[in-house]
Structure formats: C-alpha cells, structure tokens
C-alpha cells in the first residue's frame, strides 16, 4: 500500500516534497533515528493490527503493535518535542469485547495519561499536546466490508454476514481524513473526540443492496449465508461507554468525550507489566494484565471470557 500510495502522490502532485519511509513502530531505535532525522511537528499514529478474529488469537502481537507501538510513538514525540500527536483510535475501543479493542483502549489510556502527566510538571520541557479521535468502520479501507462483498459477488458468492442482526456505522475515506485533521487542529490536548457516524446501517441490508447494484438477486442468483459471530466480535459498535458524557465543539460531527486519565504512574507499571507477558508469550497473564487495566472490557465469543473478573 505504501508503494502505491507514493506513485499516486508522485502522479498527482509531482512537486510535493515527502518521503515515503518503511518502520516497525515496535523497533523503538529505529524510530530513534527517524525522529532525529526528520524532527516531526505533527503525528497522526494510525499504525495498528485492526483485525479483530486475527488478534483474538494472537494477542501477544497486538499488545506489541496497538500498545507498544503506540508507547514508542508516544515517548519519542516527548523527547523529541513534537507539537501534536494524534492517536487514531477505534469504537471497537468502548466496552471492548475483544483483545484488539482492549489494546487500543490501553493506548488511548497511556498517551491521555501521558499528556497530562507532562503537562502538570512545570519542570517538563516538552510541550507535546496529545489528541485521541475515535470513530468506526471506514468504507473501501483495508479489512472493510465493502471489498469483501465485492470480491464475494464477482465469484458468484455467496455473500457472508456472521448475524443477521450484526450492526456498523461508516464512514468514508474522504469524511474520516478530514474529520480527524478537524479534531487534529481544535484540540488543545488531552482530549478524546468523537465523530458523528449517522445511522448504523443493517450489514445484510448493505449485502442486499450491494448484490442488487451489481445486477443480481439477493438469495437468487447470489446466497446470503451467515457464519456466526466470529471470536470477540459485537453485534454493535459504540463511540460512548456507559459513563462518558460528551461536550459539542463548533464542529456539528465532532464531539469531545469528557475523560481524564491522570494515573500516569499507574497506567505506565501496567502496561510495561503487559508488555512483558507479551514479550514472554505468556497469554493469560497479557488477558488477565489487560483487563485488570481496562476493567469494563469483558471477553465475547472467545476462549477468554473464562478471565472475565465478575
């Protein structure tokens, strides 16, 4: 995806001065060398295992890439004095029921609790603002239900939904980059923020509707076939837990969720805790780390719903 995104930015915009350069967020001396080298003001961290089922069975390598790719980031844009850090989070990070949510909701924890922890020591020189924005499903993005579909009906199908009850919000790319660029530029630190995503949309009815405009007849000429709900995964997605209240901007799509992480000293002891079962694939001590951190996520559909704390 890089190589095609270079030759799409080269082709567009010929005089556009960037380089496109390849790194493992979880090699922290490789970023060491990046940092110094380019000296970033702003940093949109998107770098992340998304797939839900993928991560459910190999939690050790999300905890390394979505928690300690994100604490490399993180640290090195205090050392090396970035002006913003924006965290590209996920709803699947609210109430998570999966390992990859949960992970995600460790990094939003760890780079909030940072912010504020440098912000409070006078004697802190970096003034690194960090910004978590949250949001769902992004249409025509990598691991997105769209091309799936596509793919499925271009075969002839059938077309797979794991509930039919199974509800997402989306966005798309366009939307997304510009919301997050908003939210990037409004925050003054600390905050996370939410985006407006519309109606949730009905994934069978985005299965109907997709067989229909490629010339077909949904359960016809093309199957409908669900598989079930696979490890970990909701029937929906929220932006909100049970206890956050929202505070409008001037922006009509985007909100800022009132939270404040202030343990900094307890939150980092957890996650370097977390990371060392990872490092030693000690699985059940990663789960148990993480939901003794993150006590509302609660395993769904998964080997691990037996850690659950009642």
Do not use: W
């Not at 091309?147 to 966005?171: A, C, D, N, W």
């Amino acid at each position: 995806p890089l190589h095609s995104l270079t030759l799409k930015i080269n082709k567009k915009h010929p005089k556009l001065n960037f380089t496109p350069i390849i790194c493992d967020v979880r090699n922290k001396e490789s970023l060491e060398h990046l940092f110094a080298k380019y000296k970033p003001d702003l940093i949109y961290h998107c770098a992340a295992y998304k797939h839900v089922p993928l991560m459910e069975k190999n939690p050790g390598q999300s905890v390394l890439v979505n928690i300690l790719g994100s604490v490399n980031m993180a640290d090195l844009a205090v050392k090396h004095n970035c002006e913003r850090f924006v965290m590209i989070s996920t709803d699947k990070a609210v109430n998570p029921s999966n390992v990859m949510g949960a992970c995600k909701r460790v990094a939003e924890m760890y780079v909030q609790s940072l912010h504020n922890q440098i912000h409070k020591n006078k004697n802190n020189t970096s003034k690194t603002k960090f910004i978590t924005t949250r949001f769902g499903n992004v249409l025509g993005s990598n691991g997105s239900v769209v091309p799936l579909f596509k793919k499925q009906i271009r075969s002839g199908g059938p077309v797979t939904i794991t509930h039919p009850e199974i509800i997402r919000y989306f966005m798309t790319i366009p939307e997304a980059c510009q919301l997050v660029m908003e939210a990037s530029c409004m925050g003054s630190g600390g905050e996370i923020f939410i985006f407006d995503m519309g109606k949730a949309v009905k994934i069978i009815d985005l299965a109907h509707k997709m067989i229909r405009l490629a010339g077909h007849i949904p359960d016809k000429t093309i199957k409908i076939k669900t598989i079930g709900l696979r490890p970990g995964e909701k029937l929906y997605e929220e932006l909100l837990n049970d206890k956050s209240i929202t505070i409008p901007t001037y922006h009509e799509k985007i909100m800022i969720v009132k939270e404040n992480n202030n343990q900094y000293d307890y939150i980092n002891k957890e996650v370097e805790k977390i990371i060392s079962s990872a490092n030693a694939h000690e699985i059940e001590n990663i789960i148990k780390g993480i939901k003794l951190l993150v006590p509302e996520y609660k395993s769904l559909n998964s080997q691990f719903e037996k850690l659950d704390v009642s």
